[in-house]
């Protein structure tokens, strides 16, 4: 059995809740680790505290705002505490808030940056500082957008703010590879979570479907998978990189045709 080094470890899920973060959760109990599930919706963290422990993992429920400095040090410190350390941050959190750029409001683009960029900088910050201080190495890995790579209308804050987290992934990961903490990002193109499938529902779902080189929106777990290797020992070489998982959508000559 190929041995991802991660049994044992803990691993803090940001963004726990819902889509990939609850994909997250459960790739990351399997993968064999404890798992601190961060959420600002209490019952959401309950529901992926009991998916983890169906999957024979440990796992404790910690419920705040990722966008106030002091919730994310006292929800570190609770998993550090009941843990003894945290090895690996996975950072799901995210809104996607559309709108033409020119007409925006400056709460909208504040709100935005704050729930996409902002609280990353928290998240990575502190748990960064916890993990130069135990001295055992660990990853982070921090959920992009293909948004931040390649513009599209209506795209503005959000895709900036993904932007953003992809450079900060390459500076922290500068910063502390000192201390043998590699640092990276996954960007999915489209993902099936709730959210998507509402809103492409009908025959925009298989048009979308259908502009994809694979032939499919990515399913939450795709992103997962993506995030346990970079999490792993498979990934032990990798550290300020940006893993683009969007079945080849970007990769597409926008006037080519398919054979």
Known sequence: MLDLGLTGKTAFVAGCGSGIGQACVRAMAEAGTRVACFDIDREATGAAVLAAEALGAVAIPLVGDARQRADVQRAVDE???????????????????????????????????DVVLRHFF????????????????????AIASVSGMRS???????????????????????????????????????VLTPRVAEMLRGPRLA???ESIPLGRLADPDDIAKAVTFLSS???????????????????????????
């Open 79 to 113: 998993a550090a505490d009941a843990f003894d350390g945290i090895d690996v941050l996975v950072d799901v959190i995210g809104l996607a808030l559309w709108g033409r750029t020119v007409d925006m409001d400056e709460k909208t683009w504040d709100d935005s940056f």
């Open 207 to 209: 048009q979308s479907a």
């Open 122 to 141: 928290h998240l990575s910050s502190v748990v960064g500082r916890r993990m130069v201080a135990q001295d055992r190495g660990g990853s982070i890995v």
């Open 233 to 259: 020992d498979l990934g032990a070489y990798v550290t300020g990189q940006n893993l683009v998982v969007d079945g080849g959508a970007s990769k597409q000559f926008p006037l080519s045709t398919r054979a």
């Open 152 to 190: 599209a209308p209506l795209h503005g804050p959000y895709g900036a703010a993904k932007a953003g987290i992809i450079s900060l992934v390459g500076t922290l990961a500068m910063e502390l590879a000192g201390s043998r903490i590699r640092v990276n990002s996954v960007s999915p193109g489209a």
